[in-house]
């Protein structure tokens, strides 16, 4: 199985910057995807970026832009760096891994993320 540590999140003013932090359990090489959802009050979880093992990303239309998606095999970490953040990102955020030949569903426990105006 994996296990995934997200760390990184916290208060940050309009505008400002946070990098955050997924640590897996596994050579991520081994996983076929990673990627970072959020969750507001009240609302869906949404995808806002994912990137393959083979290195391929994929963006939110509302972070193109702004926030970017990272890999590092050698220390099995995924990176969300968010730049020029807005109220409207305040959410929680979750690290999301599809592992496997049956590509099985792994998920952190979160981050919070809150940006103030």
């Known amino acids: 199985q994996v296990q995934l540590v997200e760390s990184g999140g916290g208060l940050v003013q309009a505008g400002g910057s946070l990098r955050l932090s997924c640590l897996a359990s596994t050579n991520i090489f081994s996983i076929n995807v990673m990627g970072w959802y959020r969750q507001a009050p009240g609302e869906q979880r949404e995808l806002v970026a994912a990137?393959?093992?083979?290195?391929?990303?994929n963006y939110a239309d509302s972070v193109k832009g702004r926030f970017t998606i990272s890999r590092d095999n050698a220390k099995n970490t995924v990176y969300l760096q968010m730049n020029s953040l807005k109220p409207e990102d305040t959410a929680v955020y979750y690290c999301?891994?599809?592992?496997?030949?049956?590509?099985?569903?792994?998920w952190g426990k979160g981050t919070l993320v809150t940006v103030s105006s």
């Open positions: 999301n891994a599809k592992w496997g030949l049956r590509f099985m569903d792994y």
């Open positions: 990137i393959t093992s083979g290195g391929t990303t």
